[in-house]
């Protein structure tokens, strides 16, 4: 079934149209098998993120800025997300010695302990990939790389469309 028929629009205004619209379908597809993946472990796909950030850093701990700037979802609440992790006692969460406005955080065993029984499961994530030989998921990722480059340089195109245009 094409893009047309599993969302209902007859026509797109070009490629770059149907291309976004496409990868943000593909999204929903994704993002839901991630969620019903860590619900059975009772957290969230932000919260296996923050995680395995922490997990990687450990034993030094990280703020909260640190942690939003590594995260997947850049417009993720981190501050909130750190107290979800810290009331399920994946996380520990001590004010900052040298700055008493921030906090550090640190993954807690039983964070670990959740990663490591995680990590033997993650191959069924894979599985929702592997439609796709390795030859393609390398030039997917590329080609990904490129749609994020392009929406970084979006206002550098725009601005030069619209000088020409004056």
């Known amino acids: 079934m094409t893009l047309n028929n599993q969302i209902g ?3 797109f205004r070009n490629e770059w149209q149907k291309a976004s619209v496409s990868i943000l379908y593909t999204y929903g597809y994704l993002s839901n098998g991630y969620e019903t993946f860590f619900k059975k472990h009772s957290i969230t796909s932000q919260q296996y993120n923050a995680l395995r950030i922490l997990r990687d850093q450990f034993p030094k701990p ?4 640190f942690l939003r700037e590594k995260m997947l979802d850049k417009m993720s609440d981190a501050s909130r997300l750190v ?10 969460v001590t004010q900052n ?3 008493k406005r921030l906090v550090d955080i640190l993954i807690s065993a039983d964070g670990q302990e959740l990663c490591n029984i995680i990590d033997k499961e ?10 796709l030989t390795e030859e393609e998921a390398t030039t997917l990722v590329d ?9 970084q340089t979006t206002e550098e195109r725009l601005e030069a469309l619209e000088a020409v245009s004056l």
């Open 62 to 65: 990280v703020s909260t800025s």
């Open 143 to 151: 080609l990904m790389e490129k749609v994020r480059h392009s929406i």
């Open 83 to 92: 107290s979800r992790l810290s009331a399920k006692g994946l996380v520990e």
């Open 9 to 11: 629009i007859n026509s």
């Open 122 to 131: 993650l191959y069924q994530l894979d599985a929702m990939m592997q439609g």
């Open 97 to 99: 010695p040298s700055d």
